[in-house]
């Protein structure tokens, strides 16, 4: 089974700067994807930023980067620039993707983070 | 536009009461789950479907029960409600992967949020 552990469970930081929350999980699968859900006080669960394992290059969406380290299980994201709208709670998830897989996501707890003005 | 639509979006439940908690998508996705979201956590998967016809259980299937009869709709139902399944349910839809494409994410619902008293 896949666990996915996100170790900060609240961050903040100044408008304008830049954060980056961290994510790693544990797998025995070679195939699989890596995603970045944001979920706002509205509650609704917005897409971030996604990754193929099969990728070396790191996934960029905007002002979100990953920093994607397969060997150590690794999937960090980086908010540059960061906005008031920004503000929510952040969650990493694994999807298997082998042949046979039914694509479920495994979630981490989240990290809460704050933007500050 | 309406992607998927998860209705009511709010509940209140009396111990031992019955309801079901409706999803529908309009974007011919196979794949649909439901999850559960308790305060302060990621979301834990219920059941899941590939296909009209066919579903599965997730992690945490107990007390639930589910059906695909189409592909659009993916009801959850709630037999004998108790306290421990206040929380919100989720609903997610996602598309079948093309070969080695890029990874295709799940689309959520806006979540229904059911207390049980």
């Known amino acids: 089974a896949q666990t996915v552990t996100q170790s900060q469970p609240e961050m903040s930081v100044q408008e304008a700067e830049t954060v980056t929350l961290s994510c790693t999980y544990d797998?025995?699968?070679?195939?699989?994807?890596l995603f970045w859900y944001k979920q706002p006080p509205s509650r609704q669960m917005i897409l971030v930023i996604r990754q193929e394992a099969y990728k070396q290059q790191n996934a960029t969406e905007n002002r979100f980067s990953v920093n994607f380290q397969k060997a150590a299980k690794s999937f960090s994201l980086k908010i540059s620039d960061s906005q008031l709208g920004d503000t929510a709670m952040y969650f990493c998830?694994?999807?298997?993707?082998?042949?046979?897989?039914?694509?479920?996501?495994?979630f981490g707890k989240g990290t809460l983070l704050t933007v500050n003005p | 536009n309406a992607g998927v639509t998860q209705t009511p979006k709010f509940r209140i439940l009396k111990i031992g009461q019955s309801m079901t908690l409706q999803c529908a998508q309009d974007?011919?996705?196979?794949?649909m789950y439901w999850y559960r979201q308790d305060p302060g956590m990621g979301l834990k998967l219920i059941y899941y479907?590939?296909?009209?016809?066919?579903?599965d259980k997730g992690e945490v299937p107990n007390g639930y029960n589910v059906s695909r009869s189409t592909t659009e709709d993916f009801p959850l139902r709630l037999e004998l409600a108790a306290p421990s399944q206040t929380s919100v349910y989720f609903c997610?839809?996602?598309?079948?992967?093309?070969?080695?494409?890029?990874?295709?994410?799940?689309?959520f619902g806006d979540g229904t949020r059911l207390s049980i008293l």
């Open positions: 974007m011919n996705h196979n794949y």
């Open positions: 797998t025995s699968e070679n195939n699989y994807y």
């Open positions: 998830a694994f999807m298997k993707a082998s042949g046979g897989s039914n694509y479920k996501l495994t």
């Open positions: 997610a839809s996602r598309e079948t992967d093309r070969g080695r494409a890029r990874a295709q994410p799940q689309h």
């Open positions: 479907s590939v296909g009209a016809g066919i579903t």
